[in-house]
């Protein structure tokens, strides 16, 4: 098993920045993916970025530019920059784990999430 926590979420003026971070801890030789996926009230979740333990990265359309994802394997933490926040990018923020050996985008293909952090940009 593999257990994912969450933290860095908070509320923030359009324009401004957060860091989310992503600590991992359990069986995490098993993991190559790390992904950040977010979900607003009423929308499906969509993958924000995912990084795997090589340093691959893809994004969402949506935040290129502005977001960017990172990993410290030896702290086994991944990272959410986020950039010239904007009110749409308000949605609870979700971190996840997968073990295939390529870069995983789609979410019913993760093994493991986190429980969450909020973010709320106000305008």
């Known amino acids: 098993q593999v257990q994912l926590v969450e933290s860095g979420g908070g509320l923030v003026q359009a324009g401004g920045s957060l860091r989310l971070s992503c600590a991992a801890s359990g069986r995490i030789f098993s993991i190559n993916t790390l992904g950040w996926f977010r979900q607003a009230p009423g929308k499906q979740r969509d993958l924000v970025a995912a990084?795997?333990?090589?340093?691959?990265?893809t994004y969402a359309d949506s935040v290129k530019g502005r977001f960017t994802i990172s990993r410290d394997n030896a702290k086994n933490t991944a990272y959410l920059q986020m950039n010239s926040l904007k009110p749409e990018d308000t949605a609870v923020y979700y971190c996840a784990a997968d073990k295939s050996l390529w870069l995983v985008r789609t979410k019913d293909e993760y093994d493991y999430w986190g429980q969450g952090t909020q973010v709320t940009v106000s305008s």
């Open positions: 990084i795997t333990r090589g340093g691959t990265t």
